[in-house]
Antibody, heavy 120, light 111 residues
């Protein structure tokens, strides 16, 4: 059974940093691209970032480019999102999501999410 | 990249069929066959219901079906059940700087 478990969310001040993690199990983590998608409470979904299976390629939404860094540790089946220079508009639930094999543009499994609140 | 347009809410009685629309542009919905649909119950993670416009993942009820015409994709729920009450989001790949765009979401209410 595929499981994705996010952690690391919390309250951070504007301008601060936070790293969230996603522990994966139930599939061969190193063979799939992974993504982060966020959701402002009560609002819609927004794609944030994607990393290739090897970690060699990364992609970011314009809203977070230059501030967020996606990475992965395939030896530990873990995905990360380092968030720097945080702003109030970054407040959201952050979901990690698994991509199916290369060439497919959807997310077949999602974690339960971790809430990041940016406030003074 | 603007969000895809969905109706804010759709409702129906048990047993009825409802359809949720998802309108984009030639740069996303109309230009590619990569529309997907997600169901989200309150406080829960999104769940994939339809991918590649009309394919269903294993385990998803065949009461859910997808289609596309031009720049508008649709999700139809047949034989509406109480458990179908949730928010539904469409998504598409795009030719813009962001590879994915989501719809604004539709709240489905079972009367």
């Amino acid at each position: 059974e595929v499981q994705l478990l996010e952690s690391g969310g919390g309250l951070v001040q504007p301008g601060g940093s936070l790293r969230v993690s996603c522990a994966a199990s139930g599939f061969t983590f190193k063979t799939f691209a992974m993504s982060w998608v966020r959701q402002v409470p009560g609002k819609g979904l927004e794609w944030v970032s994607t990393i290739s299976s090897s970690g060699d390629s990364t992609f970011y939404a314009d809203a977070v480019k230059g501030r967020f860094t996606i990475s992965r540790d395939n030896s530990k089946n873990t995905l990360f999102l380092q968030m720097d220079s945080l702003r109030g508009e970054d407040t959201a639930v952050y979901y990690c999501a698994k991509r199916p094999p290369v060439g497919n543009f959807y997310f077949d499994y999602w974690g339960q999410g971790t809430l990041v609140t940016v406030s003074s | 990249q603007s969000a895809l347009t969905q109706p804010a809410s759709v409702s129906g009685s048990p047993g009825q069929s409802i359809t949720i629309s998802c309108t984009g542009t030639n740069n996303d919905v109309g230009g590619f066959n990569c529309v997907s649909w997600y169901q989200q119950h309150p406080g829960k993670a999104p769940k994939l219901m339809i991918f590649d416009v009309s394919d269903r993942p294993s385990g998803v009820s065949d009461r859910f079906s997808g289609s596309k015409s031009g720049n508008t994709a649709s999700l139809t729920i047949s034989g509406l059940q109480a458990e179908d009450e949730a928010d539904y989001y469409c998504s598409s790949c795009t030719s813009s700087s962001s590879p994915y765009v989501f719809g604004i979401g539709t709240k489905v209410t079972v009367l």
